[in-house]
C-alpha cells in the first residue's frame, strides 16, 4: 500500500505555452500568459482579462487528430496527454493495466452555451451535436477512447481541486494493486458560464492579478490541462530512464465552512497540507518549495496563508503562485501545477509570483519573486482549494 | 466490507425504513420523478429553502443513511453524479444567455457545482474529512464506491458515506428526447419489458449507502466484489468481463441466487441480457428494477440498494412482484448503459 509511485511523464498546455518546454521557458522568463480576451466570446470582453491557449479550436484539432467541433476542453485535454506518453517514453501503454483519470468543471459547457442560444429561443432548435458531449465524464472518454485507453477511464469535479484529486486517485490506484500506469490531470477551457459565475461574485480581477498581495484584487480566470503519467514500480523498473520523482504524499480535506469561502484560519488547507506530510513521513522542515493556491482573492490568500504560518513557522520554505502566469485554470489547474511541481524539482528552480508590489501585511512569510536558479530541491508541496471547501495537497519529491 | 445502512429516494416510496409498499408506483408517461419526503425531519429549514431539488434529495438520502447507521461524522464522503446540478446550471445558463451576460445572480452558479451535494453533507456534519466527486457518466457512483472499498482497505477509514445522485429537469428532458432515448406516448413502467420497441424511459433518485470495514452484527449485506468495464467489444468480450469477475471472488454462477439487471426496456439496450440468459445467467433467477426508478447515468445506485435490501431479509419484497426460488444469499448486480458502461457488483449476505 506505501509503493513509490513515480512521475515517468508530464504534458501540458496553458496560456505561457503549449508544451512543457515552452511553458518552462516562460516561467523562467518571466512571461505572463494573461492579456485581452480574443477568442471567448463574452459581453465582458473589453473589462476582464484572461489568460487563454494561444492555439485555436482548428489548430489544436490538427495538433491532436480529435475534430474541431469537439468541446474546446477535450482538445486541450488531449492536447496534454498525448504529451505526458510521449514524454513518459512508455512505448506500449497496452502491455500494461492502464487508466485514464481526468478532471474538469464543467465538462463541454463551451459547446452547451452555444446551443442554448438557438434551444432558449425554441426547444426545438440547436445542433445536438453541441450538448453530445456536454457531460464532464463525455470530456474525459473523448480524450481517452483517442488515447485508447479503456482500463479504467474516470472523471473527478470538486471544482479547482479536481485535477489534483484525479492525480492522488491514480496513485492511489497504483498502490492499491488495479492499475500499473495511470495518466491523471485535469482540464478546462474558458467558458461563458463559469467567467460570470465567477464575476457574480465578485472575485475577478480588472487587472492583472496579484497573488499574496496586500492590495490583491481577485483572480484572472485560464484555461489549459495539466497531466503526469504515473506507474508503479514494477513499470518503472523496465523504463530506459528510471524516474526520478515521486508522488510522496497526498491528502483530500474539507473545509466544512462555506459553498464558496474558505474559513479564515484555513482550516481545510492546513488539514490538506498537514495530512499530505504526514502520508508523506515528512516534515514540514523538509519542504523546499510550495507551489500555493495563491489564486489573488482576498479569502483564498489569507486563509492558505493563515494555514501555512500555523504549520511552518518559524521556517517556511520558498512559495510561488504560477497563477500569476496561467490565471487560475479551475479543474485544471492541480494538474497544471502538478507539472510545474515537478519542472521545479528537475530543473532545481523556483518560479516566481509576478506582479507583488506590497507583501501581505497579516503574513509573517515573504513569496518568492525573483525566479531562482540552481536550487536544490527534494521536496514540492503543491495546493489546490475549491468551491465546496474541497482542499487538496500533494507532495512529489526526488529520490 | 459491510452495506451498514441505506438512504433511497426514488420513484418509489423507498425513503424511510419502514416496509416497502406491496405494489409499485405506477407511472403513465416517459418520465418517472422521485417521491420526495418531508425534509424538515432531516435539513434545517431555513436551509432547505436555499436549497435546489437534487440537493434536497441527496442530503436527505445523506442524513437517514447516517442515522440509520448510527454513524455521527463520517471518515469520508464520496459522491457521483453524472449530470450535477441540472436546475442550478440550467438556472443561471438560461438567465445567462437570455439577459445577455448581465444582471446574473451567485447562487444557482455557486450550486451548480458537481460538488455540491457532498460539500453541502460535509458542512452540515461540520466534517472535516476526506470529500471526492465523481462525475464520470454511468460509471459515477461505481468509482465513488471504488473509492470507498480503497479508503477502507487502506485503513484511511473505518466507514465511508457513498451516494449517487442524478435529477431530470425539463430542459434536459427536452434534450435528451430529441435525442430519441425515450420511448413516445403514454408508456406504462410496469409494462416497461414487453414492449420490445426502442427507447426507454426517464428516471432519477439519490441513494446512499454507509460502507464499513467491520460488521456491526445488523448489517444489510456484505460487498464481495466490484467492477467496472467500458466498450466492450461484443458480447464475447462482456461474456469473459463477466466470468473473469467471478472467478477472482472465487464464486461460480451456481453460488449466486439472484442476478439484479439493467435492462431498461430499450429493445436493442436489453437484447445482450436476452443473450446472456441463454448462456451465463441461464440457470438463475433474475430480476429487473429501471421499471422503478426510470433509466438514469447512476440507476445503479437503485439497483445496489434493491440488492442489499433483498439481502437484509433473504426475500424479494413484493413490490418486485416475484418472488424467490430459494433464500437469496448472494446477488450480482450486472448494469449496463448505452452499451458502453458495464458495471458488476456482488453481494453477499452477512
Redesign the interface.
Known sequence: ?NEPVFIAGTGVISAIGNNVTECLDALENGRAGIGPMTRLD???KNRLPVAEVKLSNEELASRTGLPAIKSRTALLSLAAAQEAIRHSGIEDLAAWRCGFISAN?V?GMDK??NF??E??AD??KGQ?HD??DH????V??LV??ALGI?E????????CSSSA?SIF?GA??I??NILDVVIAGGTDSLT??TL??F???MILDEQFCQPFDENRRGLNLGEGAGYVVLVSEKVAATMKHKPEIVLSGYC?????????ASSPDG??SY?AMSGALKKSGLQPSDIDYINLHGTGTQNNDIAEGTAIKRLFEPTYPKMSSTKTFTGHTLGASGGIEAVFSVLALQHGVIFPNLRLQTPMKDLPFRVTTELEKGVSLKHVLSNSF?????CSSLIFSKI | MYIRATGNISPQKTFGHSALAEAPVAYTGNRLACIEPDYKEFIDPKLIRRMSRIIRMGVAAAMECLKEADIKMPDA?TTGT???CLEDTNL???R???F???L???TA????????I???I??M?????????????A??FE?ALL?AV?LL??KEAAHVLVGAIDEIVN?SF??LN??GIYKPGDVSNLELYKANTKGTIAGEGASFFALTAEPSGNDYAKLEGLH????PAGLAATEKQISGFLQRHAVSMQDIDLVITGRNGDAAHDEPYAQLTQSLFGQTQQLNFKHLCGEY?TASAFGFWLAARILKTGNIPELLQASAAKPVKRVLLYNSYKGSHHSLSLLAAC
Do not use: W
Request: hydrophobic residues 30%; glycine residues 8%; aromatic residues 12%.
Open positions: 500500500m463574452s459581453v465582458h468543471s465538462g452547451t452555451e442554448f442560444r434551444f432558449i426547444n426545438n445536438l450538448v453530445v457531460e464532464c465524464g463525455s474525459t472518454e481517452a477512447d479503456n479504467h477511464v474516470s472523471t473527478i469535479s470538486t471544482a484529486n486517485l492511489r490506484l498502490r492499491n461563458r458560464f460570470n459565475g464575476n457574480t461574485l483530500n480535506a474539507n473545509d466544512a465552512y462555506h459553498q464558496t482550516t481545510g488539514l475549491g468551491f465546496g471547501g474541497n | 464522503i453524472a449530470y450535477g443561471f445558463l438560461g445567462m444567455v437570455e445577455n451576460e448581465e446574473l445572480t451567485p452558479f455557486i450550486q451548480s457545482t458537481h460538488n455540491t457532498g460539500a453541502q460535509g458542512l456534519l461540520q466534517c472535516n474529512n476526506y470529500n471526492n466527486a465523481y462525475v464520470h457518466r460509471f459515477s468509482n473509492d480503497m482497505r487502506e430542459p427536452t434534450i430529441r435525442f467496472t468495464f467500458y466498450k447515468p
